[in-house]
């Protein structure tokens, strides 16, 4: 004890040396701008491989909120596109009626679902999603998916909802190749998840291999312009005057995970008109 | 007079110059004599060494203050304080004379003090500059600025020190 007192003595103006200048690093440090930003740096480049390790593992945890958000990020933004909307415009054409947004009326609305079952492979294909009457899903919604058009909702429960697949023989989607802006119906024939078929198109017209091929919007399911395929090949067939467009398919049906529901606003009214049409 | 008070009067007068008048000076862009050193050199050698140490840092806290560098004036002082007493021993060899050293002309001749002020003020320099500076990238170019920092501070401190210390016998 009487030893180290001694020591402490003895050395004690280099204890306060290392002190003192321990103390003015401190204040470069807490001072001084650019020794920290170095600091700091260096710093960084130690620690930076831990923290993106650690990074990489963690960040797969949080994918399925993620998703969510993207989803709901996605069907805010779907919700603008034009073709969501009937513009009402005067039949005097003003510099006002081009300005007012109040003639805006919203067509379409959307929202979104996993898909809980899914077939390809089969003659008549269905999928089946998470959402049902208590989320507002409604039969003859229309059902997409990020690529292009999936579906249309045939049946629906509570909770779940079954959605004809356009892999399904009685599909019959109105569409319309571009750009020479053609209205025909594509439907499915064989059993192939990727290809459909587009009739209709009488032969005089000149459709391209590469043209796509996108709703018509005149089926009150669909929105306008939402991608179905693009044209594969054409032949003309020699017993009627139509040509056989074979399309390959947007959507890549084999790995649908989560949709985007349509729903259409004015269907009762529009289709209590169609049908006085028919009544006729 | 008594020796203390000589002491801090010449403390004060040479922090005022210091703030004053030389952390105006600017020659070049880069060179600034810091003759505040002086006092530092000047203390008196037999003092307790953690008195020299609380000494050297407050005079480089305060002219940290005026010339916002905070703690790098500090952290050089303490150095210069530290490797005195071994430049001392060095500059003398052998013929450690027991007693009383003073670094004064007069008391030494004045190779011995130019030795002295130019070793330490080097030191004090470099420190200075290095921690300015704060990277080792333009090592050589550090070198360089603090030793003609140091050439031009040990010019200074030698004029002031032939000029305003009586010279007892010449």
């Known amino acids: 004890m009487n030893n180290l007192v001694e020591f402490i003595k003895k050395y004690f103006h280099y204890l306060l040396f290392i002190i003192l200048q321990i103390t003015s690093i401190i204040l470069i440090y807490n001072n001084i701008n650019y020794p920290r930003f170095v600091i700091a ?7 930076t491989p831990f923290n ?22 996605n069907i805010k933004l779907m919700r603008e596109t034009k073709n969501n909307f009937i513009f009402q415009q005067d039949s005097l054409f003003t510099v006002d009626s081009i300005n007012d947004r109040s003639k805006k009326i919203r067509l379409y609305d959307y929202t979104y679902a996993n898909v809980i079952y899914n077939t390809t492979n089969k003659k008549h294909n269905y999928l089946i999603l998470d959402k049902g009457s208590n989320d507002g899903i409604t039969i003859d919604m229309a059902v997409l998916s990020a690529q292009g058009v999936v579906g249309v ?32 119906t594509v439907i499915w024939e064989e059993n192939n998840p990727e290809y459909a078929y587009l ?20 089926s009150n399911v669909f929105p306008e312009n939402i991608l179905i395929g693009i044209v594969k090949e054409k032949n003309s067939n020699p017993k009627n005057s139509f040509l056989s467009i074979k399309i390959k398919l947007a959507t890549k049906f084999n790995n649908i995970n989560r949709v985007y529901l349509v729903t259409n606003l004015y269907k009762q009214e529009l289709d209590s008109l169609k049908s006085n049409l028919k009544n006729e | 007079m008594n020796k203390a008070i000589v002491n801090i009067i010449r403390f004060i007068i040479l922090i005022a110059m210091q703030v004053f008048i030389c952390n105006n000076i600017d020659f070049f862009g880069f060179i600034n004599p810091y003759i505040y050193i002086l006092a530092l050199l000047l203390l008196p050698l037999e003092i307790p060494k953690s008195a020299q140490y609380l000494i050297a840092f407050a005079t480089g806290f305060i002219i940290d203050m005026f010339s916002l560098t905070f703690g790098m004036h500090a952290s050089a002082s303490l150095l210069v304080m530290l490797a005195r007493p071994y430049i001392v021993n060095l500059l003398n060899g052998r013929h450690t004379t ?12 004045f190779n011995w003090l130019l030795a002295y002020t130019l070793i330490l003020v080097f030191i004090h320099h470099f420190t200075f500059t290095l921690l300015e500076v704060f990277n080792f990238h333009e090592f050589f170019r550090t070198l360089g600025i603090s030793l003609l920092n140091a050439i031009f501070t040990t010019l200074i401190i030698l004029c002031i020190e032939y000029i305003f210390i009586p010279v007892k016998k010449r």
Request: charged fraction near 20%; charge should be neutral.
């Open chain 1, 199 to 218: 009739n209709d198109i009488p032969q005089h017209l000149k459709v391209n291999v590469g043209d796509s091929v996108f709703t018509s919007g005149f």
């Open chain 2, 98 to 109: 027991e007693g009383i050293e003073k670094p004064i002309p007069g008391v030494k001749d």
């Open chain 1, 52 to 73: 993106s390790g650690w990074n990489n593992l963690t960040r797969h945890l949080n994918l399925n909120k993620e998703n969510e958000y993207l989803m709901q990020q």
């Open chain 1, 153 to 184: 909702v045939n049946d629906v429960s509570t909770n779940f909802c079954t959605v004809m697949s356009l892999l399904h023989p009685d599909t019959r989607i109105s569409a319309k190749v571009m750009p020479i802006n053609q209205i025909g």
């Open chain 1, 41 to 47: 740096k260096i710093s960084k480049t130690i620690t």
